[in-house]
């Protein structure tokens, strides 16, 4: 078992930049391959970026090119660079692993892009 804490999101303006952290209570580096999901009001929970335990990451076309994914292993936390964001970018923000264990979810954190 794990726990995941996010952090890091809020109100920020169209093109403006955010970085998530997503703390864990034991050793990420254990636990393999860690993602950032996101699930905006009314839709499903999608997968945005994983990185594997050596470092090889994977974006959905969404997000290529702005976001950027990153882990600590010695600090156990797990983060998301986003820069450029768009409106259609609000959501709530969650990490897990990759694949998901429906046991690590916490409570994400809300990211809004908004004028």
């Known amino acids: 078992q794990v726990q995941l804490v996010e952090s890091g999101g809020g109100l920020v303006q169209p093109g403006g930049s955010l970085t998530l952290s997503c703390a864990a209570s034991?050793?990420?580096?254990?636990?393999?391959?860690m993602a950032w999901y996101r699930q905006a009001p009314g839709k499903q929970r999608d997968l945005v970026a994983h990185?594997?335990?050596?470092?090889?990451?994977n974006y959905a076309d969404s997000v290529k090119g702005r976001f950027a994914i990153s882990r600590d292993n010695a600090k156990n936390t797990l983060y998301l660079q986003m820069n450029s964001l768009k409106p259609e970018d609000t959501a709530v923000y969650y990490c897990?692993?990759?694949?998901?264990?429906?046991?690590?979810w916490g409570q994400g954190t809300q990211v809004t892009v908004s004028s």
């Open positions: 897990n692993s990759m694949p998901f264990l429906s046991d690590y």
């Open positions: 990185i594997t335990s050596g470092g090889s990451t």
């Open positions: 034991r050793s990420i580096f254990s636990i393999g391959a």
